[in-house]
């Protein structure tokens, strides 16, 4: 990039600060609900909603009045939905056989939504941890997460989705391997259209405690997920990671957590130019929430604040527990 090269008095910032209007011209970001994803969660039930302590303002929804919220975010101009079930303890199993069940939580949301809602963009999950006795992503054998066969049954699970009407699959597993083997399942199954967001870089952060309480995985959790998510000091391996997922078929890739995480944002925009995202994560919402709650932040402010900055770090894009709330804001 190349510089002013005036001076002190000729040259003066402020002029193009000078005004509301002014600004907004000068302006290099903007932010809008266009950019949001909505991440939710779902539970068993007619008319059920439960609040989750860790995340304070986030529900579990049951299916009716899940559809009832979608429809509102849509209303709002949110253009896209990310399910996340909460799983009955019986049907966590050592064989995660419920991750593929037609007739699941999740596939059953999408159904209803897509119904309801059918220009609502409706994207998934794909990892074996709610559906695991173990709270891991992949299956444990030996006390070891095996890579190959867990790659076999996200693409089950993955085609389960795309048959009950998902638009977006977001594999979050972290597994090797996986976007090319689902990529070549929806392509010979007829779902060609059916996009893939991959969860590329994928930290092993400890930014999700509260969305594994949300999910209900977090008692059920073994160890830690250090052999499948990266370390959190890298940031070369993750434009290795969304080369490769690229290479084997993602349309968008997925940085997370997301604040914290803004450098690599950055590098992955700047080195591919592809549709890139950022998930300000369970642990970021809880973050901001306890300083709200305390008034220490001015709630408003920072939750446009922190948006703004993924789109100025180069996301196209934020999944966000707050976007109905920040759509609202960005209305007035
Ligand atoms: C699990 C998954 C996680 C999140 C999204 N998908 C948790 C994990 O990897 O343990 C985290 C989202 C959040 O913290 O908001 N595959």
């Avoid at 059916?194 to 209900?216: E, H, L, Q, W």
Wanted: net charge negative; with cysteine.
């Amino acid at each position: 990039m190349k510089f002013i090269e005036q001076e002190f008095p000729s040259l003066r910032f402020r002029r193009n600060r000078k005004s509301e209007k002014i600004r907004n011209l000068i302006s290099e970001t903007n932010i809008s609900a266009n950019d949001f994803i909505w991440p939710v969660f779902i539970c068993e039930g007619n008319n059920v909603e439960q609040n989750v302590p860790s995340m304070p303002g986030v529900k579990r929804r049951s299916i009716d009045r899940l559809v009832e919220a979608a429809s509102e975010a849509f209303d709002l101009g949110i253009p896209a939905i990310c399910l996340f079930p909460y799983t009955e303890q019986s049907l966590r199993t050592e064989d995660c056989a419920e991750a593929w069940n037609p007739d699941n939580l999740s596939n059953k949301a999408s159904r209803a939504i897509k119904k309801a809602v059918p220009d609502l963009v409706v994207m998934s999950d794909v990892a074996l941890d709610p559906y695991n006795i173990n709270g891991h992503d992949g299956f444990v054998e030996n006390g070891k997460i095996v890579n190959d066969k867990t790659v076999e049954a996200l693409v089950k699970q993955a085609l389960s989705q795309a048959e009950a009407g998902v638009d977006v699959i977001g594999p979050s597993d972290m597994m090797d391997g996986r976007i090319l083997a689902i990529r070549s399942a929806l392509e010979t199954n007829g779902y060609s259209d059916v996009a893939i967001m991959s969860y590329s870089a994928k930290y092993s952060s400890s930014f999700y405690g509260p969305f594994r309480d949300a999910v209900g995985a977090s008692g059920a959790l073994t160890g830690d997920k250090k052999t499948y998510q990266m370390d959190i000091a890298n940031s070369n391996e993750a434009l290795r990671l969304v080369a490769r997922d690229l290479k084997e078929g993602a349309d968008m890739v997925m940085i997370k957590p997301g604040m914290p995480y803004l450098d690599i944002c950055r590098r992955v925009k700047e080195t591919f130019g592809v549709p890139t995202f950022a998930y300000q994560v369970s642990g970021e919402y809880a973050m901001l929430s306890a300083a709200f709650e305390n008034e220490w932040l001015e709630r408003n402010k920072i939750i446009i604040e922190t948006l703004l900055a993924f789109k100025r770090s180069g996301c196209d894009g934020i999944l966000t527990y707050f976007a109905p709330e920040a759509a609202k804001l960005l209305k007035l």
